[in-house]
T-cell receptor, first 118, second 113 residues
Framework: AQTVTQSQPEMSVQEAETVTLSCTYD???????LFWYKQPPSRQMILVIR??????QNATENRFSVNFQKAAKSFSLKISDSQLGDTAMYFC???????????????FGTGTRLQVTL | DTGVSQDPRHKITKRGQNVTFRCDPI?????LYWYRQTLGQGPEFLTY????????KSRLLSDRFSAERPKGSFSTLEIQRTEQGDSAMYLC???????????FGSGTRLTVV
């Protein structure tokens, strides 16, 4: 079974600053995906960024980037130039790479509540 | 297509009553998931459908819970004899295939009083 740990229940950052959210995970799998999801007060879970475990290069999406350390089982999210709209719960999630017929379900951490302030 | 729709958005029910939630996935997505999210926690997997077949169920899905996806389109999640511990957000998500991403709905918040 996989576990995902987010050790920062709450974080705060000023607008335009940079913040890093931490995530560690535990698995015996070798082929998997890691994700960061954003859940604003409107509740809909939105994909922020995705990393494939076999890729050594860290994923980036505009202001969002990750630091993926496979050996350390660490997957942190860096948000640059923070904006008020980034205020939300952020969840780290793990998914085993599977084929047709498998559920490929997500295992989530407990989340980090990020508040962006003026 | 407006994404994954869930109905109702909120449901308040008395303990012991039955409730049913509906999820309409993105039309071309053949994979559908239900997750449950309690306060302060991340979502937890409940069950998975590929087309109309329910292929996997979590141990969280007690015998009071049943899910269906007739004709591989919309899905329903029914909870019988609700208990206060069932109070949670119930999230539905769909995917087009094994390598595609999830699209989540906005969830149904259930409160059992």
């Amino acid at each position: 079974a996989q576990t995902v740990t987010q050790s920062q229940p709450e974080m705060s950052v000023q607008e335009a600053e940079t913040v890093t959210l931490s995530c560690t995970y535990d698995t015996s799998e070798n082929n998997y995906y890691l994700f960061w999801y954003k859940q604003p007060p409107s509740r809909q879970m939105i994909l922020v960024i995705r990393q494939e475990a076999y890729k050594q290069q860290n994923a980036t999406e505009n202001r969002f980037s990750v630091n993926f350390q496979k050996a350390a089982k660490s997957f942190s999210l860096k948000i640059s130039d923070s904006q008020l709209g980034d205020t939300a719960m952020y969840f780290c999630a793990f998914m085993k790479r599977g084929g047709t017929g498998t559920a490929s379900k997500l295992t989530f951490g407990t989340g980090t509540r990020l508040q962006v302030t003026l | 297509d407006t994404g994954v729709s869930q109905d109702p958005r909120h449901k308040i029910t008395k303990r012991g009553q039955n409730v049913t939630f509906r999820c309409d996935p993105i039309s071309e997505h053949n994979r559908l998931y239900w997750y449950r999210q309690t306060l302060g926690q991340g979502p937890e997997f409940l069950t998975y459908f590929q087309n109309e077949a329910q292929l996997e169920k979590s141990r969280l899905l007690s015998d009071r819970f049943s899910a269906e996806r007739p004709k591989g389109s919309f899905s329903t999640l029914e909870i019988q004899r609700t208990e206060q511990g069932d109070s949670a957000m119930y999230l539905c998500a769909s995917r087009a295939g094994p390598q595609s991403g999830y699209t989540f709905g906005s969830g149904t918040r259930l409160t059992v009083v």
